[in-house]
């Protein structure tokens, strides 16, 4: 009997200690690499982030329309005739308006602009474009980069640029620098993109250089 009560007590103290609302064993962390516990992965970004007020394009940009609409490139331009680009689309370019600022043959128009507007994550809505001869840009005074929390060899720094050159919202390109960072160029980041790299792979380990900034 005595022995009975006992283990009936004991029940009853553990399911007590189970249900007092105390911490659970799983800690609710952004950081995978914070220390003690277990950690809760970061969630992927599945898309770009859309701007909250105006955005310009960081130096110029060219303005591709190879018959289907315009086009807002970004990224590299390939040095053919005429040049090959691929970027978001605009929507609300009138060529019109920028009579002798652009090349044309046959179908394919295109020219070089400084570009102010916003972004919704996935279009460019322009509100002003300088075309580049009338472009005149602020020297470009770059900040050292800040080294890396974490350390990565130049193998893993580049299998990692490749695989965020094969998903990452935005992604214009990814290299590795070879000084542990990796490099990425993106359309647009607020914040969120940088965050999730940050926390994913080590701060400074990945820097984010987005095409679109405030204006």
């Known amino acids: 009997m005595r022995t009975t009560v006992a283990i009936a007590a004991l029940v009853l103290v553990l399911t007590a200690c189970g249900d007092d609302g105390g911490p659970s064993t799983a800690v609710d962390r952004a950081d995978p690499g914070a220390a003690g516990g277990a950690t809760t992965a ?15 394009s960081r130096s110029l940009a060219t303005v591709m329309d190879v018959g289907g609409g315009a086009k ?8 053919s005739y005429p040049p090959q680009c691929g970027g978001p689309r605009i929507t609300n370019w009138d ?10 043959q046959g179908d394919v128009r295109w020219g070089t602009y400084a570009v102010t507007g916003t972004w919704d994550g996935t279009a460019f809505t ?8 009338l472009y005149d840009p602020a020297p470009d005074e770059k900040s050292p ?3 890396p929390s974490r350390d990565y060899s130049q193998a ?4 990692l640029a490749t695989d965020l050159g094969s998903w990452l919202p935005g992604v214009q390109g990814a290299y590795a620098d070879g000084e542990g960072h990796v490099l990425v160029d993106v359309v647009h980041d607020d914040g969120t993109l940088q965050g999730y790299l940050d926390r994913t792979y080590g701060a400074d380990v990945v820097v984010v250089t987005s ?5």
């Open 42 to 56: 970061p969630s992927r970004p599945t898309g770009s982030p859309a701007s909250d007020g105006p955005v310009r």
């Open 72 to 79: 807002l490139c970004l990224g590299p331009v390939a040095e």
């Open 95 to 104: 060529w019109s308006t920028q009579r002798g600022t652009f090349e044309a």
């Open 126 to 133: 322009v509100t002003e474009a300088v075309p580049g001869a």
């Open 145 to 147: 980069l800040p080294e």
């Open 156 to 159: 893993e720094a580049e299998t």
């Open 211 to 215: 095409a679109l900034v405030d204006a």
